[in-house]
């Protein structure tokens, strides 16, 4: 049977997102079907825009590209769009405009490409009758139901090599260097790049803080004379009996933006160490850059699952890597929370066995 199928990418950008539309769109097209694009999100379907047809020709060398082709954004719930009335921003409820669009377009599928927060709003409008698959994506890699997503192998490998280049540097001046990764309010960034880094300390949100057990670690590395300390910290990293950092308090239809955690316990450790102390954040390069060979291989194989879900009627269900394979899960087992870093995980075990900080 021809289908109209469409796909889009919502939330933060992520590398992998063009090898998902790719393989979305050549797995679709092999069926006979028709494919299209919804631009910017959920807010493709709400500005009377045509939807954007996807040949094959359109997606033709995109999979080594970071981005989008589709654009994205992290504002548009239709269940709580932000409406200016009268001077004053206030949510409303326009999902059901949405679903006029949806059927006004004759589409028959939805491929909703995500995190947490977008999937949950295509969990929603899967309620409301829409025929909608999920695609896990974030680089924080906190999304239950799945193993990994596409995005975070690139965004450690970022890290990473950040902190490659640092070293030199931290060790010629015999300073102390403090690194802000992603992940919001899960660590695994953080700890994955800060041991392939070889970071003396690393800071997640899982494990609170306290910064006098950091200075220690500071001190304990100058009297075996390594006089240069390299920390890594997550940007949700909270001390014990304190709260997160932000650096803007949430806002209507918008989350709170983390951030500035660095610089807080770049200060911390310079007054109780006296050591010549720089902070970084890698901020979005982190979300930059081409896919690695991880991430290209898993967005191909999670596109072309999509469409096979979409073939098969799994509506209301995503793909979702449970190692060897690639299989459906219900989109709810991606809300069921954030999924943080186990504090009995073997990777955090290795850390501590490596000698590593981790501010408890």
């Known amino acids: 049977m021809t289908m109209r199928v469409a796909i889009t990418t919502g939330g933060g950008d992520a590398p992998g997102l063009n090898a998902v539309i790719r393989a979305v769109v050549l797995a ?36 080594h590209l970071g981005g989008t082709i589709l654009g994205t954004t992290n504002r548009g719930n239709p269940f709580s769009w932000p409406t200016v009335r009268d001077g004053v921003t206030v949510e409303t409820d326009r999902s059901d405009e949405l679903l006029d669009a949806f059927r006004r377009h004759r589409l028959d ?44 192998d690139t965004a450690v490998t970022t890290a990473t090599e950040a902190l490659d280049k ?48 950091v200075a220690d670690k500071v001190h304990e590395r100058e009297a075996a004379g390594r006089n240069f300390t390299i920390v890594v910290v997550a940007e949700g990293a909270i001390p014990k009996d ?8 949430q806002r209507a239809g918008q989350a709170a933006r983390l951030g500035g955690v660095a610089e807080r316990i770049a ?8 050591k010549e102390t ?17 991430d290209r291989l898993l967005a191909l194989r999670f596109g072309a699952a999509a469409v096979r879900a979409v073939a098969e009627k ?32 073997d990777v955090l075990r290795t850390a501590r066995d490596l000698g590593i900080a981790l501010g408890d």
């Open 28 to 63: 679709g097209t092999r069926r006979g079907w028709s494919m299209f694009g919804i631009r910017r999100g959920f807010a493709g379907l709400l500005d009377d825009a045509e939807p954007t047809p996807l040949p094959r020709e359109a997606v033709r060398g995109i999979t």
């Open 109 to 152: 599928a939805l491929i909703v490409v995500g995190g947490d927060g977008t999937l949950g709003i295509g969990q929603r409008l899967w309620e409301k009758g829409m025929p909608v698959i999920g695609v896990p994506k974030t680089i924080d890699n906190d999304v239950s139901g799945t193993v990994v997503t596409f995005g975070f």
């Open 166 to 213: 640092l070293h030199p540097t931290a060790e010629a001046h015999d300073r102390l260097f403090v690194v802000e990764v992603m992940g919001r309010h899960a660590g695994w960034i953080a700890l994955h790049s800060g041991i392939a880094g070889t970071a003396d300390v690393i800071l997640i949100p899982e494990i609170p803080y306290d910064i006098a057990k």
């Open 242 to 249: 304190g709260t997160v950092t932000l650096k803007e308090e």
């Open 267 to 274: 200060q911390e450790l310079a007054e109780r160490t006296g």
């Open 278 to 294: 720089r902070m970084l954040t890698l901020g979005h390069l982190q979300r930059g850059g081409s896919p690695t060979t991880f």
């Open 314 to 345: 799994r509506f209301g269900q995503m793909v979702a890597l449970q190692p060897p394979n690639v299989v459906f899960v219900p989109i709810t087992e991606a809300l069921r929370g954030s999924r943080g870093v186990p504090l009995d995980a």
